[in-house]
């Protein structure tokens, strides 16, 4: 069941076209990446989803109603956090959680608000004033401001972007908690591929304001068919470096590591070649393409239209 859909979305400002004439639906317990390059019009669209921007052109409806005319009831089962809002400076975090929780229709407030300390691991800073935060504890208080309602949908804009790799980790495995618990739907912002490769069920790729691509995150990484064969050379390192640049091959060299780029179903050829030429290797890797491929791929693609 569709729980979000959006028809030809178009927000200009003057003669900028920001979003131009974006369709795409979300599904009940589906996680979607929301992917592109810096400007490329995925901040408004979030921001026309809140309704905080009012769109040029466009509809927008959440639980088959129309967003503009069903505001108040919609936005009760929203959350949103973003790495590059603030929370007030000089409130005590678990007041911040407290007075977020009054535009909400919570019965019982302080159950709710200990709940939330407890899956975002606040209790240590919940007296804290905001302004003495880490940026990896503010992210941890704004995405539990987000989640107060208890939203069955989360739009997130880079949400882990402060978050060290350990706490990242647990925001992630909590965004699929949340989705397994309540089939909440959650739209997300990432430069992180990885992260955006391991929790979403589906990516939609926006560039100068129009939808490229609307895949699995999988799908979208087979598409690109050169993988990376990393070898450990530890003699005559120039001797494949030579053997690169004679056949055009993409390479890469870190210390006594060589990476080199091809099509699949060149590599054996390759291996073969490095045989002939008496060119030995102590390991061997070979690297599958990702979305990080896909992504570099088509902003390559892009600036060589230009």
């Known amino acids: 069941m569709n729980i979000l859909e959006v028809k030809n979305l178009t927000k200009k400002f003057r003669n900028v076209v920001a979003v131009d004439n974006v369709s795409f639906e979300l599904e009940e317990g589906e996680i979607l990446g929301l992917l592109g390059p810096n400007g490329a019009g995925k901040t408004t669209t979030i921001q026309m989803l809140l309704d905080v921007l009012i769109p040029t052109s466009g509809e927008i409806f959440y639980f088959g109603k129309d967003l503009k ?32 929780s009054y535009f909400f229709d919570i019965k019982d407030r302080k159950k709710r608000i200990k709940e939330i300390e407890e899956i975002f691991q606040l209790k240590e800073i919940s007296k804290k004033v905001t302004s003495s935060l880490s940026s990896g504890q503010m992210t941890r208080a704004n995405l539990a401001k987000a989640f107060i309602n208890f939203p069955k949908i989360l739009l997130l804009d880079e949400p882990t972007a402060s978050l060290d790799p350990e706490a990242a980790k647990e925001i992630r495995d909590l965004f699929t908690r949340e989705k397994e618990r309540f089939k909440t739907s959650i739209i997300i912002t990432s430069h992180n591929m990885a992260e955006i490769e391991e929790i979403c069920d589906r990516v939609l790729f926006i560039d100068h304001g129009k939808i490229i691509a609307d ?14 064969v990393e070898l450990l050379i530890q003699n005559n390192l120039e001797k494949i470096v030579g053997y690169c640049r004679k056949n055009n091959l993409k390479y890469k060299i870190e210390r006594k590591y060589i990476c080199i780029d091809l099509n699949e179903e060149k590599i054996a050829g390759l291996l073969d070649d490095l045989s002939k030429e008496g060119i030995r290797y102590d390991e061997i890797s070979i690297n599958k393409p990702t979305l990080e491929d896909y992504f570099l791929q088509v902003i390559g693609k892009k600036k060589n239209e230009i």
């Open 69 to 100: 005319n069903n505001r108040e009831s919609i936005l009760e089962n929203i959350g949103f956090s973003s790495t590059y809002t603030h929370l007030p400076h000089y409130l005590a975090v678990r007041d911040c959680l407290k007075y977020t």
């Open 215 to 228: 895949d699995s995150p999988g799908n979208l990484s087979k598409s690109i068919k050169i993988s990376h």
